[in-house]
């Protein structure tokens, strides 16, 4: 498959989704640390989805709209739709990744949610250090999702 390498136009969840081979209609995608680096993405590409991410080792960089991040052990990632974002390294630490589309959650929520959540929205702060009590309960909502996903 050929990537297109404008930003407005490249879907990187859609990317994945084809790479894996998946012929599911599920609104997310579960990501490793080898299905990035295997994604060889090294453009500027625009979020059409959201991004939760749990980084467990050090030396990821990434730039979200127009501040640059060095991911470490313990760093939750925020991305929301609309947002650019560029990988400026292809070695990717340990990482459990969500990707989603606002209609995983369209019977729960109103189409309004995710955009009153400001860690979404652009020019926020994308990236948080967990403490470790908050780091364990994020290792367990992913493992809980992995499982899920695996069923």
Avoid at 11 to 25: I, M, P
Wanted: charged share 20%.
């Amino acid at each position: 498959m050929e990537l297109r390498k404008h930003s407005t136009s490249f879907d990187l969840l859609k990317h994945l989704k084809s790479q894996k081979g998946e012929r599911t209609a599920a609104p997310y995608y579960l990501a490793s640390k080898e299905s990035l680096e295997n994604a060889g993405i090294t453009h500027a590409f625009k979020n059409y989805f959201y991004t939760i991410g749990l980084y467990y080792g050090d030396g990821a960089v990434i730039r979200i709209g127009s501040k640059t991040y060095e991911l470490t052990h313990g760093s939750l990632l925020t991305i929301g739709p609309g947002v650019t974002c560029q990988w400026l390294n292809t070695s990717f630490p340990v990482n459990d990744t969500l990707l989603f589309y606002d209609d995983l959650f369209v019977n729960n929520f109103g189409s309004s949610f995710f955009y009153s959540l400001e860690f979404f929205c652009p020019d926020e702060q994308s990236v948080i250090h967990l403490v470790d009590k908050q780091f364990e309960e994020m290792q367990q909502l992913f493992s809980t999702l992995q499982v899920v996903a695996e069923t």
